[in-house]
Every structure is written in structure tokens, then in C-alpha cells.
T-cell receptor, first 111, second 113 residues
Framework: GESVGLHLPTLSVQEGDNSIINCAYS??????FIWYKQESGKGPQFIID?????DKRQGQRVTVLLNKTVKHLSLQIAATQPGDSAVYFC??????????FGKGTTLSVSS | DAGVIQSPRHEVTEMGQEVTLRCKPI?????LFWYRQTMMRGLELLIY????????DSGMPEDRFSAKMPNASFSTLKIQPSEPRDSAVYFC???????????FGSGTRLTVV
């Protein structure tokens, strides 16, 4: 099966800095990855996803990088804002299986 | 669309009581998932359905847990009897496909005393 883990449980940045949140996965057969943001008292919200046939995908202020060689995934947030403060989860799956989530990194943005 | 709707938002119950959590998925989504979130274990998949049929219930912790999906617009997760270690936030999510973004509900915070 899949296990997904985050490198750091917490990350503190200054407003305006770029944030990088890292994630490792164990199953080389995993072919779909996704990042979620969870604010206090709410359910996880979709940020961005990537399939294994890609190395990079960009959204609005966010970029996901996938390194299949070392089974590593990262989420980059440009010009981090106080509203980005939340818990961020990575998740992965292989064909036909449900998403397995990592434990989350808490991002704190100070102004 | 109102998104995935879960009820109740909060539930406090005494040990030994039956608890039923409810979920209404997004219309047209063929997949429905139940996850449990705790500080210690993070987000754990309990069970998921495809077209109302349970596909994988290997994450259901014990026989005290059961889930049903009688139709495409409703699912329940039942715990009987409940125990204090069942205290957690339970999320329901739905999706078009299994390897596609899941939309989560707001969760049910369950406290068993």
C-alpha cells in the first residue's frame, strides 16, 4: 500500500516570503498526488493536483513539484499571505485505490 | 451545488450509545469516502463506495463501525456501541473518480464521554 509522510510538522514564514512544504511517499506505483489546505474547523480544501506523467504543475501562487526518482513531492506557495496559515496535507494514490493522506504541516504566516 | 453536506456538525454522546453520522454527497459524484481525523493518526480512510456499493472497508476499525449508502444522495456511518477512543472528526468526501480531487464536507466532531 501507500504511505505518505510530511517532512516537517510545522513551518513558520514571514508574510511575503515563499513557502515550501515537502512530502515523501513510499509506493513507486502511485500515480496521482494532491495537496489540500485545512483551516481550523473546516474540511480539507483542494489546492492543486499532479499526475505522475508530469514533473511540475502551476496554479495561482502555488506550484507542485514531483520527483519520482526519490518519491518526493513539494508544494510551493509564492508571496505567502496571512490567509495561507493552515494545515497542509499531501495525499497520493495508485490506480484504483483511494487517496492516502500524510499527517499535515502547519503553516504559520506572521506579518 | 451546496457541496458535501454532513450532519450533525457536533455530537456528544455517552459511552455505549449508538451514534449515526450522515452525509449527502455532491450530485453526480460516483464515489463517496468516509475519513476519520485525529491528532495522533491524521486523516484515515475508513471506507469508500462506488455507485452506492462498498468497495473497500479495510479501514473500518472494528465491527462496531458500519456504513451504508442506500442511494446516490445519502450515506450513514454508524458506531454501536460508541467508546471514548472513537472521539474524532469524521469527514465525508465525494468525487467523480477515485483518482481525482475529492470534495470534503465540513465534518462531524464526535465526542464520546
Amino acid at each position: 500500500g501507500e504511505s505518505v509522510g510530511l517532512h516537517l510538522p510545522t513551518l513558520s514564514v514571514q508574510e511575503g516570503d515563499n513557502s515550501i512544504i515537502n512530502c515523501a511517499y513510499s509506493n513507486s506505483a502511485s500515480d496521482y498526488f494532491i495537496w489540500y489546505k485545512q483551516e481550523s474547523g473546516k474540511g480539507p480544501q483542494f489546492i492543486i493536483d499532479i499526475r505522475s506523467n508530469m514533473d511540475k504543475r502551476q496554479g495561482q501562487r502555488v506550484t507542485v513539484l514531483l520527483n519520482k526518482t526519490v518519491k518526493h513531492l513539494s508544494l510551493q506557495i509564492a508571496a505567502t499571505q496571512p490567509g495561507d496559515s493552515a494545515v497542509y496535507f499531501c495525499a497520493g494514490s495508485q490506480a484504483g485505490t483511494a487517496l492516502i493522506f500524510g499527517k499535515g504541516t502547519t503553516l504559520s504566516v506572521s506579518s | 451545488d451546496a457541496g458535501v453536506i454532513q450532519s450533525p456538525r457536533h455530537e456528544v454522546t455517552e459511552m455505549g450509545q449508538e451514534v449515526t453520522l450522515r452525509c449527502k454527497p455532491i450530485s453526480g459524484h460516483d464515489y463517496l469516502f468516509w475519513y476519520r481525523q485525529t491528532m495522533m493518526r491524521g486523516l484515515e480512510l475508513l471506507i469508500y463506495f462506488n455507485n452506492n456499493v462498498p468497495i473497500d472497508d479495510s479501514g473500518m476499525p472494528e465491527d462496531r463501525f458500519s456504513a451504508k449508502m442506500p442511494n446516490a444522495s445519502f450515506s450513514t456511518l454508524k458506531i454501536q456501541p460508541s467508546e471514548p477512543r472513537d472521539s474524532a472528526v469524521y469527514f465525508c468526501a465525494s468525487s467523480f473518480r477515485i483518482n481525482y480531487g475529492y470534495t470534503f464536507g465540513s465534518g462531524t466532531r464526535l465526542t464520546v464521554v
